[in-house]
Structures are given as structure tokens and as C-alpha cells.
């Protein structure tokens, strides 16, 4: 994943995101944390601008929080564009790992959403409906 090196220069077409300012905290582990990361990096995305997403501070990270703030970027925006606009700095390998999971699995899901949501309903004992 390129997106875990940081840019080289910094310029007007960048924005900083540092994590524990946006979330108030130094646990990322709720969902709802991940959308508040998530609509920074998606809104620096829609303007045209990269993201530089700084884990500083940050104790503890869950791969749910990982899906909904970096992995959900997948469902809208291409592969190439990630790749080119985000970087995660100051993330420890715990991080890295809950990060290279929530994609892996999100890109997985979006091959084949319907193979997942069929492997859930078996799951759950949901199978005739």
C-alpha cells in the first residue's frame, strides 16, 4: 500500500488530518470515529486536494474503525486515486496491520458483495430468506 509513505513536499493542494483532533480521542475504535476521518479524507479528496492522515497520539486502533475511516474510501473512489492522494503518517505496525486488513477485506467484499451477504446469512442461521 503506497498510501502508508507520506508525501514529499508539503503544499496548498495537501490537507493535514490528525486523527486524535478529529475523534477527541487516542482510541479509535468506534465506527462512528472512522466516519468523522473518513469525511475529512473524502472531502479533501472531492476538492482536488491529498490527505495526510496523522496517527500521532493515537493508542489503540480496531480494524472497524480502519474499514469505516480509510477502507470505505474503496466503495467511492478509485484504487489510483488513493493511492496518489492519501498517506498515513505517525501509525504504528498495529495500525498499519488493522489498515492492510480493513482494505483487504473491503476490496474483497467488492468483488463479490453478494457471495458475503449470502456467507453472513448462513452465518446467523438466516439461510431461507
Known amino acids: 500500500m503506497k498510501f502508508l509513505n507520506s508525501f514529499s513536499v508539503l503544499g496548498d493542494d495537501i490537507v493535514k488530518i ?8 487516542n482510541l479509535c475504535i468506534c465506527c462512528g470515529d472512522g466516519q468523522k476521518v473518513y469525511d475529512r479524507i473524502s472531502a479533501a479528496f472531492q476538492q482536488g ?11 489503540e486502533t480496531v480494524p472497524a474503525f480502519m474499514d469505516t475511516a480509510i477502507a470505505q474510501l ?8 488513493i493511492e496518489a492522494k492519501l498517506s ?4 504504528d505496525a498495529n495500525g498499519i496491520d488493522d489498515i492492510k486488513n480493513a482494505v483487504y477485506w ?8 453478494q457471495r458475503f451477504r449470502e456467507a453472513a446469512r448462513k452465518s446467523l442461521g438466516d439461510e431461507d430468506e
Open 18 to 25: 490528525v486523527v486524535t483532533e478529529v475523534v477527541g480521542d
Open 74 to 81: 474503496y466503495e467511492h473512489f478509485t484504487e489510483e486515486e
Open 49 to 59: 486536494k491529498k490527505a495526510i492522515v496523522s496517527f500521532l497520539g493515537v493508542k
Open 88 to 91: 498515513a503518517i505517525d501509525i
Open 106 to 113: 473491503k476490496k474483497e467484499y467488492l468483488k463479490d458483495p
